[in-house]
């Protein structure tokens, strides 16, 4: 069964750090492109970050970019969110998603897969 | 401010059909696939429709996807009320170079 696991949300102080993980299970995870998205609380779904099947291509939302850095280690099929300088706005359930190939960004691409999502709230 | 616009809410009875649109430009629906979401409540989103108009093994095919030019729709025929969730489009944006999404649209079964 194909399976993301989201795990690293957390309560975290203004202008913190927090690693998010997302463990997948049940497909050669090196030959897909990966996707994080987050949710704020009652709104809508942003896109945050994508990364190639390599590791090679990494793209970024305007409102992350400098801050947050996606990495993925092909050797233990696990992608990872490495988020910093977080703000309250940065809260959200995150989630990660399996894209449907290797390459991103890919406009046909599609997210075929979600994880069950992992909470990040940032507050003082 | 979503990339894309989506009406906020749609309704409808048991049996009746239902279509949701979402609109955006030329630098994303209008030179790219659209692809639709269907979140359940306190549920991870799910892939409903992609590449515009395919469905996904499993999806029933009372779901369908339509593009035209810079929009795009989601029709729901024979409503259930396990269709009672919110509903995402997300396209990429060539200007962004970033995956935009809708800001969902609450579908209820009256």
């Known amino acids: 069964e194909v399976q993301l696991l989201e795990s690293g949300g957390g309560l975290v102080q203004p202008g913190g750090s927090l690693r998010l993980s997302c463990a997948a299970s049940g497909f050669t995870f090196s030959s897909y492109a990966m996707s994080w998205v987050r949710q704020a609380p009652g709104k809508g779904l942003e896109w945050v970050s994508a990364i190639s099947g390599s590791g090679g291509s990494t793209y970024y939302a305007d409102s992350v970019k400098g801050r947050f850095t996606i990495s993925r280690d092909n050797s233990k099929n696990t992608l990872y969110l490495q988020m910093n300088s977080l703000r309250a706005e940065d809260t959200a359930v995150y989630y990660c998603a399996k894209e449907s190939s290797f390459a991103s960004p890919l406009p046909s691409n599609f997210m075929d897969v979600w994880g069950q999502g992992t909470t990040v709230t940032v507050s003082s | 401010q979503s990339v894309l616009t989506q009406p906020p809410s749609a309704s409808g009875t048991p049996g009746q059909r239902v279509t949701i649109s979402c609109s955006g430009s030329?630098?994303?629906?209008?030179?790219?696939?659209v692809n639709w979401y269907q979140q359940l409540p306190g549920t991870a989103p799910k892939l409903l429709i992609y590449?515009?108009?395919?469905?996904p093994s499993g999806v029933p095919d009372r779901f369908s996807g339509s593009k035209s030019g810079t929009s795009a729709s989601l029709a729901i025929s024979g409503l259930q009320s396990e269709d009672e969730a919110d509903y995402y489009c997300?396209?990429?944006?060539?200007?962004?170079?970033?995956w935009g999404f809708g800001g969902g649209t609450k579908l209820t079964v009256l």
């Open positions: 997300a396209a990429w944006d060539d200007s962004l170079n970033a």
């Open positions: 030329s630098s994303n629906i209008g030179s790219n696939t």
């Open positions: 590449s515009n108009n395919q469905r």
